[in-house]
């Protein structure tokens, strides 16, 4: 590259291209030509933001014949009086058909230069041609094609600023149909609709998109239980039709004993282990196992996989419990896999005395890895193993001095899984009874056997152990259930391993298990999320082989929906400014209605006292208004929601510092005022101070864990401006709340009462923001 070519990438570069825009232009001669004249006609000159890219518009845009006039539209450019594409279209258009005489008025009237057009006069066309799309609207509302008002609009309003009339067309539509729906956001019906094909989950299939779709077929306001009606998974019974499945010659026996017990119901379980709170993924789980068995009018256990005594709490077995029957579940039977303890030892005597397992003296060092060296006493003799294994149940040999381990290779090439590990340490059930516990590898199938699962259902990464799952049933001779494994799900811009919560909250960063920050069920749950919108978020994510990885965003847009039909409105200032109305026109406070969902009347109204005295927010008044400002302003009136009035501002009152301290306003009844107000506020009087906690990520990157996104370690990545926390004033009619209750704070968002609340103070969560801003 030469000299002059490196100075002419430079100076494209500054004008605001991109370095591969840069290079593309340097390619095109024509446009390099015109652009390196416009270049040094503006030598010298400080280019206002924005400048740099209307100047390349023009050198895409010009022709050869208008070059004389060049000089003339840069000028314009500069000095803003070309300011949008539109009008240096305008300006060329002109000058194509006025080549040898050129009246600057008539340019600029062309043009439209110097012409503003208000935000009022884009909010009246907007609202009119609306109207005329009403019925239209309605019926198709999100998927109405928005186009063609933009065109109408362009039409009427020529000088108009896109960007402002998109805007307002947003949000005309969002306060004409609300927030969206399930139904809004999801793809629309396909003209030529095909069956649903059948899904089986342990198939790769070419993208987590086409499977989902496969499953879910156009229909896409599914409940978790019309999900699992479509899943192909095998019938009771037919287990032996499955892929990968092992069939012995006892195997049609066996089947015939389990359905003789069952009756042919499908059985499933979801078996935690309680060594912490449930998270996120768990709800995906839950909604699985217990959904699959109720739309098979089947049964779901609550299996508490207790084989870890180490770091098992009473407060985990609880909260697993209550998780699962807020989500709506009823387990079909609460079980422990220490309740199979006796049996579970049984039968490994029985696998040693097959030569099927042996007791082994590696560390765990030396079992790690994918090539870890096989055990030397992998061929002892089976007395040996037997009283060696016996040793460890009596506690004669010492934690990490011997497992016991099963002949197998996994299919990950892992080398004979442990059974059994000896650890001193007593279970919360069986107290000192036991010194050795099994582990997963081993306890997963025979409790699964044990209690007739006609479907282990599970997440992917347990894939690789399903050889040992049906090698372990079949060698010892019982019932083999199906497994079958689902995608996990995860969350951007969080982490749910228990050992990095536990870190977090040891760090105090967040407070507990249920911080609100946190993706636990137990969080959410305190954060407001109610648990129909985080069923049927897991509901429209399927059940697909492929791993799922989603954004906060999407849960949040399931839970506002949800919200938005079930928590009522009421009116909350969280930066509060005074108003005294000097022309108050009554004696004493009077009651003012609000109807709890305004586009539903019959659901019913609620009292706020209007009086002499109110708040608003700090944000709904400026002393001077800027462009596009709609609300309380020196010469611009506001109204009030609900109470019938417009405010008009008399008087600013200001401390020692300059800062506005409060405002005295006049009222007039809307209906004798001779201009609309631009905005209706919400408002406060006689108020209830309550605490309002708003949050953001807890994590500034998507994924915390990955070391190439945060070097430091996921600790180093937390938002310490996670939690913000506000004392607010909120109408008294909140004042009787209890924990958990939900409602809209209109203009504002969603929220929760938190279980902090005393008789004494109201605290309150934000679960999700209004899915518009509809600030201005």
Known sequence: ????????????????????????????????????????????????????????????????????????????????????TLRIDKAIEYTLSHISNVNVNELEKFCGVGVVVSPEEIEKVVEKLLLAHKNELLEKRYRFNVGQVMQQVRNELPWADGKAVKSEIDLQVFDLLG??????????????????????VDNKQKSEVKEKRDLQGDNNSLTILDVMKKVNFHAPGENFKTDGYVVTENTEKLIKEHL???????????????????????????????????????????????????????????????????????????????DYFDQLYNWAVQLIKSGL????????????????????????????SLQLFEDMKNGKIDEGAATLRMKITLEEGKLDPVAYRVRFI?????????????????????????????????????????????????????YCPVQWEYGRLNVNYTVVSKRKIAKLIDEGIVKDWDDPRLFTLTALRRRGFPAEAINNFCAQLG???????????????????????????VMVVLDPLKITIENYPHNKP?????????????????????????????????????????????????????????????????????KVTGLVCSCTEVEKVQIKPKAFIHWVSNPLEVEIRLYDSLFKHKNPEDPAEVPGGFLSDCNLDSLKILLCLADESIKTSKIYDKFQFERIGFFSVDPDTTTNKLVFNQTVGLKEDAGK
């Open 179 to 200: 927030p969206k729906t399930e139904s809004d956001l999801a793809p629309p019906p396909k003209n030529d609709k095909k069956s649903a094909k059948p899904i089986k």
């Open 543 to 569: 059940v697909t082989g492929a791993q799922s990885t989603v954004d906060p965003s999407m849960l949040e847009a399931y839970a506002r929906d949800y919200l938005n039909n079930t928590a009522p409105r």
């Open 590 to 658: 009077v009651n003012v209605s609000v109807p709890n969902f305004p586009s539903k009347p019959e659901l019913g109204s609620h009292n706020v006292t209007f009086d002499k005295v109110i708040y608003i927010e700090s944000n709904d008044f400026m002393e001077v208004a800027e462009k596009g400002y709609r609300r309380l302003a020196a010469g611009q009136s506001v109204g009030l929601r609900h109470a019938g009035y417009v405010l008009e501002l008399k008087n600013v009152e200001k401390d020692a510092t300059g």
């Open 426 to 478: 007593p279970h919360h059930r069986t107290g000192d009874k036991w010194c050795i516990y099994p582990t997963y590898d081993y306890t997963h199938c025979l409790c699964d056997s044990i209690e007739n699962i006609t479907h282990s259902l599970c997440t992917k990464e347990f894939q690789s152990r399903r050889s040992s799952y049906y090698w372990l049933c079949n060698a010892l001779n019982i």
């Open 260 to 338: 003789k017990i069952t009756g042919g119901q499908v059985r499933t379980r979801f078996p935690p282990e309680p060594n912490g709170i449930l998270h996120i993924g768990h709800a995906k789980a839950i909604n699985i196992n217990f959904g699959y068995a109720a739309s098979h009018n089947g049964v779901c256990f609550l299996r508490y996989d207790d084989t870890n005594p180490e770091k098992e709490e009473e407060k985990f077995f609880t909260g697993i419990k209550d998780m699962v029957e807020w989500l709506g579940y009823k387990p079909y039977k609460i079980t422990h896999s220490s």
């Open 1 to 84: 590259m030469s000299v002059d070519t490196e100075n002419l990438l430079k100076s494209f570069i500054e004008l605001g291209l991109s370095e591969q825009k840069a290079k593309e232009t340097l390619k095109n001669s024509a446009v390099t030509k015109n652009l390196s004249f416009i270049l040094n006609e503006v030598r010298n000159v400080v280019l206002s933001d924005g400048i740099g890219m209307l100047l390349y518009h023009l050198a895409t845009k010009t022709k050869p014949q208008i070059s004389d006039h060049l000089p003339l539209l840069i000028k314009y450019i500069v000095t803003k009086k070309l300011d949008s």
């Open 357 to 384: 397992a042996y007791v082994c003296h590696q560390t765990a060092d030396e079992m790690k890895g994918f090539n870890p060296q096989p055990s030397p006493w992998r061929d002892r003799p089976i007395e040996e």
